[in-house]
C-alpha cells in the first residue's frame, strides 16, 4: 500500500466530495456538543485542499505540504490544526517510506500529540486508532469504519469543547470522528490505494 501522487490526488477529491455532500449533518453533529461549525469548517478546507492539488504536486512530501497548509490556514476551530498536523507528520514521513500505514501511524502521534486526546476521549483519535491497523491487515471495510464512528456516541468526551458538557455529551457521535470516518471512507473508495 504505497502512496502516490495520483492516489493521494484522488483519495482527498474523494474526501473532499464526501465533506462537501455531508457538511450540513457534520455541522448538525457539532450543534449539541461543539460550535455547530465543524461541517462548514471542513468543507471550506477541503476545498481549498482540492484547489491545492492542481495542478498535481511533484513529489508526495510536497502534495501532503500543500494539504496541511490548506487545511490549517482555512479550517477554524480545533479540527484545522489537528488535521494539518496529521498531513504535516505523514509529509516529515514521506522523506522515508511512502508506505500508507507508516503515514497514518505518524499522522495518528501528530494528532494526539497535538490535541493530547487518548482513545476513549470521545474524538477523531477513536476512529483512528480503531482504523489504522485495519488498514495495515488490509481488513478495512465500510462497516468497520461505522463502527468506529458509532462508538464515539457513549463516549462521555474527555477533550475539546465537548468535555464541558461532562455526561451531557453522551448520545452523541463526536464531529471529528465522523468526519475522520469520511476520511477512511474515502480511501476505501480511492482505486489502487488500498
Known amino acids: 500500500m504505497t502512496l502516490t501522487v495520483e492516489t493521494l490526488t484522488n483519495w482527498m477529491n474523494n474526501f473532499a466530495q464526501k465533506v462537501h455532500e455531508n457538511k450540513d449533518y457534520l455541522s448538525d453533529l457539532d450543534t449539541p456538543i461543539g460550535d455547530s461549525d465543524h461541517g462548514f469548517n471542513m468543507d ?10 492542481t495542478p498535481a504536486p511533484d513529489n508526495i512530501q510536497n502534495g501532503l505540504k500543500k494539504i496541511a497548509m490548506a487545511l490549517i490556514s482555512t479550517v477554524g476551530g480545533a479540527s ?4 494539518g498536523t496529521a498531513f504535516l507528520e505523514m509529509a516529515k514521513k514521506s522523506a522515508e517510506t511512502n508506505d500508507l500505514n507508516e503515514l497514518l501511524q505518524a499522522a495518528l502521534s501528530g494528532i494526539k500529540k497535538r490535541g493530547g486526546a487518548q482513545k476513549g476521549d470521545k474524538t477523531m483519535v477513536d476512529v483512528w486508532e480503531e482504523l489504522i ?5 488490509n481488513t478495512l ?19 475539546g469543547r465537548a468535555s464541558y458538557l461532562g455526561e451531557r455529551s453522551k448520545g452523541h457521535i463526536d464531529p471529528g470522528a465522523q468526519s475522520s470516518g469520511y476520511l477512511f471512507s474515502a480511501m476505501l473508495e480511492t482505486e489502487g490505494l488500498l
Open 44 to 53: 471550506r478546507g477541503m476545498q481549498a485542499v482540492a484547489k491545492s492539488l
Open 141 to 159: 471495510t465500510e462497516d468497520s469504519i461505522n463502527n468506529a464512528v458509532e462508538s464515539t456516541k457513549d463516549m462521555i468526551a474527555k477533550k
Open 133 to 137: 491497523p485495519e488498514v495495515k491487515n
Open 80 to 83: 484545522g490544526p489537528l488535521y
